[in-house]
């Protein structure tokens, strides 16, 4: 798990952050000197995705006409309460509200030692919308 101090603008500059990441050394005391975590050399590489569970906060049952389709995912924020998650969640709607037929979901997840909750929002096409947002100044990045 990878978080920048500063917003990444474009999905190419979070796989780019995520994969120069420094990765801590495994030195086992007594044993042979560790040598750093080797770098990936190609930015444009597809990072690992591990699956996390999903806590839905106030989220309805997803749709049975949206199970046979591609959902996609997106990230909107990570914030650091559950409540400034859904309070952004607000915001966004009240400004783009076409995201309302999204189905939503707040994901508490642990990084760094620091909790923080995920906005995500899934649906078919979910990552054209995400273009759009960004083309709009709104971050986000696909998530799957």
């Not at 030195?27 to 990072?47: D, I, K, M, S, Y």
């Not at 952004?88 to 909790?115: D, M, N, S």
């Amino acid at each position: 798990m990878v978080i920048a101090n500063d917003a990444l603008r474009t999905d190419d500059q979070a796989q780019r952050f995520a994969l120069n990441a420094a990765l801590p050394s495994r030195a086992v005391p007594g044993g042979p000197t560790a040598r750093p975590a080797p770098r990936l050399a190609a930015a444009q590489a597809e990072p690992r995705i591990v699956p996390l569970p999903v806590v839905a906060v106030n989220a309805p049952a997803l749709p049975q006409s949206a199970v046979g389709g591609r959902m996609q995912t997106i990230q909107l924020a990570a914030a650091p309460s559950a409540a400034e998650a859904e309070a952004h969640w607000a915001r966004l709607i009240g400004a783009r509200p076409e995201l309302g037929q999204f189905e939503k979901v707040v994901i508490p997840a642990v990084v760094k030692a620091r909790r923080v909750y995920r906005l995500r929002v899934s649906a078919s096409g979910a990552h054209a919308t995400c273009a759009s947002l960004k083309s709009a100044g709104i971050d986000c990045f696909n998530v799957s």
